[in-house]
Nanobody
Framework: QVLLVESGGGLVQAGGSLRLSCAAA????????MGWFRQAPGKERDFVAA????????YYADSVKGRFTISRDNAKNTVYLQMNSLKPEDTAVYYC?????????????????????WGQGTQVTVSS
């Protein structure tokens, strides 16, 4: 497993921006499919974005397309989630995750079942 630590969450007004970081320790992230998920109180953990290890292809939930951008910096062993035009409904705890080994189907990529290592989460609160 990979030790993941998220940072960058906080309180922001609607329309604002935040950048979340996910730093890894112990192993290089360069060969992992990486994802971001979020969980609001009383709700399931939902897929937000993912980036493929092999070709850096990115995937997004419909609710964040055009507003969020996932990226990775292998030299820094870090994955980022740039969040722009934030809305109150984006309020949640955001989790970074490293994928299970081997190729992922698109269904796995957008599901918690496709990931083996999780960070502790970082709170994002968007006020109206």
């Amino acid at each position: 497993q990979v030790l993941l630590v998220e940072s960058g969450g906080g309180l922001v007004q609607a329309g604002g921006s935040l950048r979340l970081s996910c730093a890894a320790a112990g192993r290089s992230l360069s060969t992992y499919n990486m994802g971001w998920f979020r969980q609001a109180p009383g709700k399931e953990r939902d897929f937000v974005a993912a980036v493929s290890w092999s070709d850096d292809r990115t995937y997004y939930a419909d609710s964040v397309k055009g507003r969020f951008t996932i990226s990775r910096d292998n030299a820094k062993n870090t994955v980022y989630l740039q969040m722009n035009s934030l809305k109150p409904e984006d309020t949640a705890v955001y989790y970074c995750a490293a994928g299970i080994r081997g190729p992922l189907s698109n269904i796995q990529r957008m599901s918690v079942t496709g990931y083996a290592s999780w960070g502790q989460g970082t709170q994002v609160t968007v006020s109206s």
